[in-house]
């Protein structure tokens, strides 16, 4: 059973920064990929960052491009989300998932497993 912890997050003033970390346990693939998705208030899901095992690939959302680095931890199985000069359009409930085929596009739903999220707020 694929278990999928996140962590951090918490209120923060526009400009400033916040880490979320993620750590994702009892899977046996050697090749999987990990990232955070993000919902506001009102509105959907949406795509936020994403990095495959080994941290040799990312890919990010353009509304955070410059701004969110995602990187592997020293521990394997934990990727961290570092984010700067928030603003408060990022004001959401974060997501980290995992996903077992590698795929940093989280494209099959199938195959992704979800952390139980934590709020993100930047106020002004």
């Known amino acids: 059973q694929v278990q999928v912890v996140n962590s951090g997050g918490g209120l923060v003033q526009v400009g400033g920064s916040l880490r979320l970390s993620c750590t994702a346990s009892?899977?046996?693939?050697?090749?999987?990929?990990m990232g955070w998705f993000r919902q506001a208030p009102g509105k959907d899901r949406e795509f936020v960052a994403g990095i495959t095992e080994g941290g040799g690939s990312t890919r990010y959302a353009d509304s955070v491009k410059g701004r969110f680095r995602i990187f592997r931890d020293n521990a394997w199985n934990t990727k961290n989300l570092q984010m700067n000069d928030l603003k408060p359009a990022d004001t959401a409930v974060y997501y980290c998932v995992f996903n077992a085929k590698g795929d940093y596009y989280f494209s099959d739903g199938a195959s992704n497993y979800w952390g139980q999220g934590t709020h993100v707020t930047v106020s002004s």
């Open positions: 009892g899977f046996t693939s050697s090749s999987f990929a």
